[in-house]
């Protein structure tokens, strides 16, 4: 459940549920379930419409982000926004269009419709600065040079982000530091294991200060104590918007204030936090 | 395309290939190899042909400058690993344009090859006894003639990139310019004795005026200086063109989707 920013944050968020659509399948399960417990919590946790919106500037907003491939609608536009500070969880069944979002956030796919403004930089219009104001957690075994050493990828990412070497490289020790991966800063990405890599893609990520930040299944091939650090990693980011992708319903209620449910393009529904045990009883969410 | 950007890149390459320890030696063999196919080929047809002219001082400076095509390859083959491995993915959504990422990490092998360029003409004059002049005389003519050379193949890196980005294709693309190049450069024979047709291109094509240059200088000691203009002229006029594919090809794979796809 939301503990990162309790009831505040379900109101603070109120105001985007405007973009959620009427929530009828919602109200078509309660009504199969009528009067259970869960039902019940899901009406408290269902987000209202009519809350103002609380910040004028987000730190990540899109606003009718539609996108499709000849002619298949991946999604069929998207209204979300996240608020500096705010850690928001993307939940939904495979294919329902998380992953195509996430790239049109950091600018590597193009949406057909729609506005991605990050840090209040349009990334149809300036595209440049909006990517410099993001940073992105890749979730898989990708996007890494296997043949250089854990702190050289993270010194060239740094420089690919306009640091100078020298620059890049304290900051690289620092945040590997940071993710208790310092006496692994020599070694070659090959001799990582899947969790250190996952942690070495949180510290990447954590190069620069941004706007915001998306993440898709950043708790993949991590151990406990290392999701314990992932939690207090994304609970100590308070100046940027959280974006989190996971199938993960025990991270996302872990992490998230809000969690948003995304299938077949569209954002269905969206809680101020939410037990695993309730998003799950939305019907909306396939189990683990 | 800024200094930090070049620096980064250029650092990553070299780290990358000092991983490896031996890709400058092995490079440095496979120089001296190609060397001595063509001075033991040439040495062979002399004694068919006695008094022929010295095909291997004409070849030598051609053969320096087919470095540049090896460096070609060896990117578009790194850019090929990037698209597969996710990186590429990740530079061309770093606030860099996609042309200057492109162009950046050409660098490495550019100066590869430039430095392997004059070490073959070294080689080829000190080891094999090739007739060149490689005294003050030919430092202009040797120097615009591996900067126009240079200024094409980073242009011609960056389309067959663009092919890569678009179509996955870069490495049959390169195969086949690692065929035609060469035919119409004149690295091998004088374009003259191609088809008539061609001559209006070889004319005015960058690398058979780089080598024309090239091999004014290091073989007859002269600056061949309107060669010279229009050599740099069509090569640095490549490069918008070049800029132009890249921009084209990345808003192509990222209206597809396909950015991260191989």
């Known amino acids: 459940m939301g503990t990162r920013a309790g009831n505040s944050l379900e109101a603070r968020s109120g105001a985007h549920s405007r973009f959620l659509g009427s929530g009828a399948r919602l109200h078509t399960i309660l009504r199969l379930l009528p009067r259970s ?38 999604l069929g536009g998207v209204d979300l926004e996240i608020a500096p500070g705010e850690v928001v969880a993307l939940l939904g069944p495979n294919g329902a269009g998380k992953s195509t979002l996430l790239r049109i956030i950091v600018g590597t796919v193009a949406a057909n419709a729609g506005d991605v403004i990050i840090g209040g930089h349009d990334m149809r219009r300036d595209p440049l600065a909006a990517r410099a104001a993001v940073s992105w957690v890749l979730g898989d075994e990708h996007g890494w040079y296997w043949r250089l050493t854990g702190i050289e990828n993270l010194t060239f990412f740094g420089m690919l982000r306009g640091m100078d070497h020298s620059a890049a490289r304290a900051r690289a020790r620092a945040e590997l530091e940071h993710q208790d991966l310092e006496h692994a ?82 954002v269905r529904e969206q809680f101020a936090g939410g037990t695993p045990a309730e998003i799950l009883a939305t019907g909306l969410v396939d189990g683990p | 395309m800024n200094s930090r950007l070049a620096g980064a890149l250029v650092w990553r390459d070299f780290r990358i290939e000092l991983s490896y320890r031996v890709p400058w030696m092995l490079d440095a063999i496979g120089l001296v190899s190609v060397l001595a196919i063509y001075f033991y080929i040439v040495r062979f047809t002399r004694a068919l042909a006695p008094g022929a002219n010295n095909f291997f001082t004409y070849i030598v400076p051609g053969l320096a400058l087919i470095r540049f095509q090896l460096g070609l390859g060896r990117t578009l083959a790194s850019m090929d690993r990037e698209q597969s491995s996710g990186t590429l993915e990740l530079l061309i959504s770093s606030p860099v344009r996609a042309w200057a990422v492109v162009a950046a990490a050409s660098l490495y092998e550019l100066s590869r090859s430039l430095v392997m360029a004059l070490i073959a003409l ?84 960058p690398l058979s005026l780089a080598v024309q240059v090239v091999r004014a200088g290091v073989v007859a000691g002269s600056f061949p200086v309107g060669k010279t203009v229009v050599m740099l002229a069509t090569s640095f006029a490549c490069l918008p063109l070049s800029a132009i594919a890249i921009h084209a090809a990345v808003a192509r794979a990222r209206r597809l989707g396909t950015l991260g796809q191989y």
């Open chain 1, 37 to 74: 417990a869960a039902s019940q919590r899901l009406r408290e946790l269902r987000v209202p419409s009519s809350y103002p919106a609380p910040n004028p500037t987000p730190g990540l907003s899109i606003r009718g982000v539609r996108k499709h491939y000849r002619n298949s609608e991946v």
């Open chain 1, 185 to 266: 800063a020599n070694q070659r990405l090959g001799e990582y294991s899947t969790g250190m890599r996952a942690r070495l893609a949180l510290a990447r990520a954590n190069l620069i200060p941004t706007a915001a930040m998306v993440l898709d299944e950043p708790g993949r091939g991590l151990d406990a104590p290392a999701n314990e650090r992932l939690v207090a990693f994304l609970r100590s980011l308070e100046s940027t918007a959280v974006l989190v992708v996971t199938h993960d319903l025990e991270m996302a209620s872990r992490i998230a204030g809000r969690s948003l449910v995304l299938r077949e393009g569209v």
């Open chain 2, 122 to 205: 070294a080689l080829g004059r000190w080891l094999f006894g090739a007739g060149l002049t490689l005294g003050p005389r030919s430092w202009p003519a040797l120097g615009f003639g591996l900067v126009g050379a240079a200024a094409f193949y980073l242009a011609l890196t960056g389309v067959t990139c663009a092919v890569l980005i678009a179509f996955k294709q870069g490495l049959p693309v390169a195969g086949v310019l690692g065929a035609v190049l060469p035919v119409i450069s004149g690295i091998y024979f004088s374009p003259h004795v191609l088809p008539a047709f061609l001559h209006s291109l070889t004319n005015i094509f």
